[in-house]
């Protein structure tokens, strides 16, 4: 995990830059909080206990790029990372998810990964395992050694519809194990090559058992419930089932469960509990929604449930252990981001001790015509490269010129202003109503080879008139 090639925070703004527009304060500091993960990491063992995660509080309109930097920061973190709504936490009258199922999920994801990778390094090992797997089902191996001189071949154990690749063998083979090794190695050899791969075999897979179910009982949390259930799924014996299944096929039914075999589950159980523990992240999105909004003296109702998620939260922000399936999680030096439009609420209307575990605070600026712009042209998943993408499925090329993209953000803008501002999400709605009859056409109308030139004289016909009229644009645009 001290991995010396982890991102400097210059990197890390870099890497966000491909994706995410403008907000550079945000990228800057979650990109800090990241690289301190690292530095605490580095620190003395007595200082690294002492080192607490600076959490941020991320504050802006809806759709200007909070819950996409979260997204790509996941990536970057090479950590266990999980987004949750706080919103999930609220239902009223309704007993919802227990707000320390986030760190169950962190500890889950945080295992899931773990395995996935130590699975992954073990592929090749596993992948022989199959293969032999796979040969001792289409000719299984003669173990002791022929004793019947006659020469009789009826102890090959071919199976069933594979007589046709009988052996011209050149030598005349010693005993029959002779020869049932030499066709081994070379259906081992069709294996590999694919040769075989429509030929249908029985093998044994694991079943995965029948789902335990458990009524929750009062009183039982969800990592009793959880937990429970897997030992009762595990004290079930494993049941194996026969199955026919093509040899490519059984290749991908059966590599997972040879890796699996490989891998040491304690070891990886406990690796991930660290992991989660100091390098986990929980992104909070939508924390603004149990905030109560201001000047609410009314008691009862939402209001309550909220400041009951609120205090709930400020545990686990501050520090607790969580009992998970994979043992105890100590939330100390999780880091955690939370974001929230605030539209209705303020983060002063949060309570006061949680505003205190989230001392970072960064304001995401809104979007303007020209953000709009560089948003439809620069990120690496930029809306017009999808439809670029999808189009070149069809052999359709599809080009936007400068000015029909400039007339774009500039309708995007004007809607928002206009109807309602949704940022970046407007263009969206703005992009679709665009391109909607070419996709339509494409290829009945407009077959493969076509070169498709979005120009602003086509913006213009297909938005200008939406744009115009109000009634219109909220409901279309
Ligand atoms: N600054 C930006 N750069 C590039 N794309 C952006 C930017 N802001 C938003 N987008 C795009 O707009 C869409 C919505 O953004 P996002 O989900 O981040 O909104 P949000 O800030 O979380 O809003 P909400 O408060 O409603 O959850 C995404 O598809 C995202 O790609
Ligand atoms: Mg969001």
């Not at 199955?243 to 699996?260: G, I, N, P």
């Not at 201001?294 to 252990?321: C, N, T, Y």
């Not at 020209?370 to 017009?384: E, M, Q, S």
Request: proline share 4%; aromatic share 4%; charged share 30%.
């Amino acid at each position: 995990m001290l991995d010396e090639t982890f991102l400097t925070p210059a990197q890390i703004v870099a890497e966000l830059d491909k994706y995410i527009i403008g907000q550079h304060e945000a990228k800057r500091h979650v990109a800090i909080a990241l690289r301190n993960r690292w530095r605490r990491l580095h620190a003395p063992a007595d200082m690294q206990k002492e080192i607490v995660p600076n959490n941020i509080l991320m504050i802006g309109a809806t759709g200007v790029g909070k819950t996409e930097i979260a997204r790509r920061l996941a990536f970057l973190a090479d950590a266990p990372f999980v987004k949750v709504e706080a919103s999930k936490f609220t239902e009223v009258g309704y007993v919802g998810r227990d707000v320390e199922s986030m760190v169950r999920d962190l500890a889950e994801q945080a295992v899931s990964r773990l395995r996935q990778r130590r699975q992954e390094a073990v592929r090749t090992q596993a992948a022989q395992a199959v293969e032999d797997i796979i040969l001792d089902a289409l000719i299984p191996p003669v173990k002791a050694p022929a004793k019947d001189a006659s020469g009789s071949r009826s102890g090959l154990g071919f199976n069933a519809g594979i007589s046709g690749d009988t052996i011209a063998g050149d030598a005349v083979p010693n005993s029959d194990q002779e020869l049932n090794e030499r066709t081994r190695e070379r259906f081992r050899q069709k294996i590999r090559n694919g040769e075989l791969d429509d030929r249908r075999i029985e093998i044994n897979v694991a079943q995965s058992g029948p789902s335990v179910g458990i009524m929750g009982a009062p009183g039982m949390d969800e990592a009793t419930m959880s937990g429970l259930q897997d030992m009762l799924g595990a004290m079930l014996p494993k049941k194996q089932k026969k199955r026919k299944v093509t040899v490519a096929e059984a290749r991908r039914v059966l590599l997972d469960e040879e890796a699996a075999k490989l891998v040491d589950m304690d070891e990886i159980k406990e690796e991930a509990v660290r992991q989660a523990e100091n390098s986990g992240i929980i992104f909070i999105d939508e924390i603004d929604k149990v905030a109560t909004g201001s000047g609410s003296g009314k008691s009862g109702g939402p209001d309550v449930s909220r400041q009951g998620v609120q205090r709930d939260l400020l545990p686990i922000v501050e520090g607790s252990a969580v009992n998970t399936k994979y043992g105890i999680v100590n939330t100390d030096h999780i880091l955690f981001i939370a974001a929230g439009a605030f539209h209705v609420s303020k983060p002063s209307d949060l309570i006061p001790e949680l505003q205190g575990r989230f001392p970072i605070r960064v304001e995401l600026q809104s979007l303007t015509k020209d953000d709009f712009y560089r948003i439809l042209k620069d990120p690496k998943n930029a809306l017009t490269k999808q439809y670029q993408a999808l189009l070149a499925a069809e052999d359709v090329t599809l080009e936007f010129e400068d000015e029909a993209l400039l007339k774009l953000a500039d309708i995007a803008a004007e809607v928002n202003a206009e109807v309602e501002n949704i940022g970046a999400r407007r263009l969206h709605t703005v992009m679709s109503r665009l391109l909607n009859e070419l996709l339509f056409d494409v290829p009945d109308k407009l077959p493969a080879g076509t070169q498709l030139n979005v120009t602003p004289a086509l913006v213009e016909e297909r938005l200008r008139d939406m744009v115009k009229n109000r009634d219109l644009n909220q409901y279309i645009l």
